[in-house]
């Protein structure tokens, strides 16, 4: 279980961007997070593997609370929670297969870190992801001669290197087109429900949150307005959110 207890994030010492928030997410579930922009959608994502650190609460992951971790401990419990960036995350002028194996970093010592020592395990993951994203033919090609599409589908297959138990998504699909963003949440669908991972997603797209997830949480001015099924998303609670 993901779980965040009275999180509050304050930058600058003056610009709140969340408050109060209090939320627990169990293994296995596809939470959509929507929200006007500067709501906090991001903020929120990046404080549950604390890329942003709060300024307030806890964050825990099946227990661990995140804050207390010393920084071996912190890399340790990120190999558990993979990160999806909107602007991919990728090293252009290396390869796809490269790239995938960042993935696998977080599982090396700082020499093999620091010199890219793979194993034969770690390429066989490698290729099994891309082949998951249907890439295996582009595994040789740099990730600059990619569309937006691959490219995302790339960065999925590095989070999946992994062995994430959670995956967290920033606005992945903000930048694609309609039908290369059913694309992509289709793999994040199966994911979910063939790997059994839990997903915390934002969108800026209500439909698509609608169609994918199976729970919706709304966000205001940093708070928590809203906290439920897809279903229950009616146009009264949508209009509180975005108003």
Same mark, same amino acid.
């Given at each position: 279980?993901?779980?965040?207890?009275?999180?509050?994030?304050?930058? !600058? &010492? =003056? +610009?709140?961007?969340?408050?109060?928030?209090?939320?627990?997410?169990?293994?296995?579930?596809?939470?959509?997070?929507?929200?006007?922009?500067?709501?906090?959608?991001?903020? @929120? @994502?990046?404080?549950?593997?604390? @890329?942003?650190?709060? +300024?307030?609460?806890?964050?825990?992951? *099946?227990?661990?609370?995140?804050?207390?971790?010393?920084?071996?401990?912190?890399?340790?419990?990120?190999?558990?929670?993979?990160?999806?960036?909107?602007?991919?995350?990728?090293?252009?002028?290396?390869?796809?297969?490269? &790239?995938?194996?960042?993935?696998?970093?977080?599982? =090396?010592?700082?020499?093999?870190?620091?010199?890219?020592?793979?194993?034969?395990?770690? %390429?066989?993951?490698?290729?099994?992801?891309?082949?998951?994203?249907?890439?295996?033919?582009?595994? %040789?090609?740099? /990730?600059?001669?990619?569309?937006?599409?691959?490219?995302?589908?790339? /960065?999925? /297959?590095? +989070?999946?290197?992994?062995?994430? =138990?959670?995956?967290?998504? !920033?606005?992945?699909?903000?930048?694609? *087109?309609?039908?290369?963003?059913?694309?992509?949440?289709? %793999?994040?669908?199966?994911?979910?429900? $063939?790997?059994?991972?839990?997903?915390?997603? &934002?969108?800026?797209?209500?439909?698509? /949150? =609608?169609?994918?997830?199976?729970?919706?949480?709304?966000?205001? $001015?940093?708070?928590?307005?809203? !906290?439920?099924?897809?279903?229950?998303?009616?146009? *009264?609670?949508?209009?509180?959110?975005?108003?």
């Amino acid at each position: 279980m993901l779980k965040a207890e009275n999180l509050k994030v304050i930058y !600058d &010492n =003056k +610009t709140l961007a969340l408050q109060d928030i209090n939320l627990k997410v169990g293994h296995g579930e596809f939470v959509g997070i929507i929200g006007s922009s500067g709501s906090g959608k991001s903020t @929120l @994502l990046k404080c549950m593997n604390l @890329l942003v650190r709060p +300024t307030g609460g806890k964050i825990c992951l *099946d227990d661990r609370d995140l804050m207390s971790l010393t920084s071996k401990g912190l890399r340790e419990i990120r190999r558990e929670i993979g990160f999806i960036f909107q602007d991919y995350n990728l090293i252009d002028r290396s390869t796809v297969i490269d &790239n995938v194996l960042i993935g696998r970093l977080s599982y =090396k010592t700082p020499f093999q870190s620091l010199f890219r020592i793979f194993s034969q395990d770690d %390429y066989e993951r490698a290729q099994k992801a891309l082949s998951y994203v249907a890439l295996e033919e582009k595994m %040789y090609e740099r /990730a600059d001669q990619l569309s937006g599409g691959q490219k995302q589908r790339v /960065a999925i /297959a590095k +989070t999946l290197c992994q062995r994430p =138990k959670v995956m967290l998504a !920033d606005e992945p699909v903000a930048s694609l *087109d309609q039908a290369t963003a059913h694309l992509i949440m289709e %793999y994040f669908r199966r994911a979910n429900q $063939k790997k059994n991972i839990t997903i915390l997603i &934002n969108l800026h797209d209500v439909k698509l /949150a =609608k169609t994918y997830c199976s729970r919706i949480i709304g966000l205001k $001015k940093g708070s928590l307005v809203f !906290d439920g099924k897809a279903g229950e998303l009616t146009d *009264d609670i949508l209009k509180r959110i975005y108003a």
